[in-house]
């Protein structure tokens, strides 16, 4: 049996508004000036990088701390499955395959985020990002990688599996197909349609 794997952030579920309460809060805790402009435009990387825009060398694990404390908290409240998303998961477990959820995100912030979301994963891998995305992509021997970011489809082609692309991110549809996007869906509501017409192909 199968994996198809799925982001999380911005892919299955729309995290920004917990993402950007979260961020408001640690600079105000902090006193540290973030541009939540800039923090959106790369949404999907690790916190340890994005921190590292805004914080010192020192002060950066401490800042991550911060963030997650404030993000386990918000994220129940503003957390939300994107369209679709209960549907592509179901259509997956409907063909007899199984989901695997891969995410840059740590696995304090992963849980209360699928709650809130009312999703489920059948494997989760947390705290991976680009190339290490990759590597997991190839031992799941995934179907398919479905992702909002431009990295999400250079990691689906470098495991050499399908790279999925959904603009419901922060990223265009033509930025994910210069990734090397397959195809890019609108959003996950295109999904079972073509996933069912791959397994008829
Ligand atoms: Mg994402």
Known sequence: MGFVGFDLDMTLIDSRPAIMAAFAELARETGTEIDLAAVDSRLGIKLEDEVAYWFPAAEQ???ATGYRRHYVRLAAEHTSALPGAQE?????????ERVVIITAKHPVSVEPSLR???LTADEV???????????VLRRFAATAYVGDSPPDMAAAVAAGTRAVGVSTGSFSERELYEAG?????????????????????
């Open 88 to 96: 592509a998961l179901a259509a997956v477990r409907a063909a007899g």
């Open 61 to 63: 694990a401490a800042a």
């Open 116 to 118: 809130a979301a009312g």
């Open 181 to 201: 996007a397959g195809v890019v869906l609108g959003s996950l509501t295109g999904f079972p349609s073509w996933y069912r017409a791959l397994a008829t192909a």
């Open 125 to 135: 891998v947390t705290h991976v990002h680009g190339p290490e995305k990759a590597a």
